[in-house]
């Protein structure tokens, strides 16, 4: 992507914005108290949401997953719409409570599926929940999208049925989860100017796309339901400095201040991930002289010589430590310029046994930088003893379960369980004991039985 390509995509978010400013201070010449809103579209390309937050009363998004969608990338977008409004509550402002429309092929929900997606934005911070469409037009390119009431319109429709029961449900406790909030002491950046540039590079490879490399970072720490905030790259150090950990997936573009400030936060002991296609560009979509990973070349202490791509479906071995793994879509190849070697390359290739996991050693903390995008297996291994290292909570669930914890007011703490299958879970959580169970009012005593989809939202001082 050139520096024109770059400016245009900033214009266009931009531009956009003017628009959504303008309409909004039209309705603030009659209105001067009523929140305003427009509905984002979670990890959207073309809108850099953490600069349309700055102008918003409330965020609120549009969550419509896909079929294939693992519900750790459902769980990010959340994370990341609440974390553009500065980790304040944000809203549902859509979601189907059946079919969507615009896929090849459309399968139904699942009984219980829309409840699970609903009390799954609330466990993320969502403060309410709410449908497109309340009744199902009987025309246009949405007639089949699912609604409320569908083209029957009857009150005797599933559908109907599990919406109002979990209305109910909101409508029973919702009052008393309103306003608590995530707290966390992991943050992963998602920059949307890396979006950009990485995703329009001619070259190395065009297999990048963006947010799933985020996402691959996040599924480690979300399946040991470690809690994480989604922050943009610029966020001031003194801010920065609240968290143990950061995260820089594919940071290809750094923006000026951001290197000093990473320096600055990992100097005085905080804990910094980056690596493959770290670095690469300025501010301008413009590489940035002197080698790989540019500004942040001395704080990684690695000089990444080239950037091997691999083919769709190829792979690469990773060996050492507790990490026995693959990577994909390219292989940095590192020289050590301070930094420890973690793990290295398999394989035949000439860089084998070259560093592809490193760590180095700066000022109080450390930053680790990894070569190539590992499998998840591979990024669970690796993160694992960096979780324990920096004592950060996590809880082991079983396959598909999640936990997420909202904080109220008077040492309140609001466990949200899910079931995220639709298979039966048995779990013991010795964490939850004691906590009561606000939807039935069980005290839980070890042993959680959780149904297909099903969610337990619990209570603990």
Known sequence: MSGLQMDYRRFQSQAQLACYTNERDAIREYDATTPITTNLMGTFKDLDYFEWAKEMDVVSWDNYPGMDTPPSFTAMCHDLMRGIGGNKPFMLMEQTPNQQNWFPFCKVKQPGEVRKLSWQAVAHGADTVRFFQMKQSLGGCERFHGAVIAHDGTEESRVFKETAALGEELDRIGRRIMGSRIESRVAIMFDWQSYWSLEGCVGPTTGFNYPNEVHRFYRALWRRNVPVDMIASTLPLARLSQYDLAIAPALITVLPGVAETLEAYVADGGTFITGYMAGIHDEHDLVVPGGYPGKLRRLMGVWVEEIDALAPGETIEVHGGTVDAKGEIVASII???????????????????????????????????????????????FMAPIIK??????????????????????GTRYAFLINNSAADKRLCLSELNGGTELLTGTVINDLIELKPYGVDVIALR
């Open 389 to 410: 290292e920096l004592d950060l909570k996590s809880l082991d669930t079983p396959e598909d379960v999640s936990l997420s914890v909202r904080y109220g007011d008077g």
């Open 335 to 381: 020289h050590r310029e301070g930094a420890e070697r973690l793990a290295t390359y398999g394989g035949d290739e000439f860089y084998a046994g070259h560093s592809a996991l490193t760590v180095n050693a700066y000022g109080k903390g450390k930053a680790y930088f990894v070569g190539t995008p590992l499998d998840e297996t591979g990024m669970s291994a």
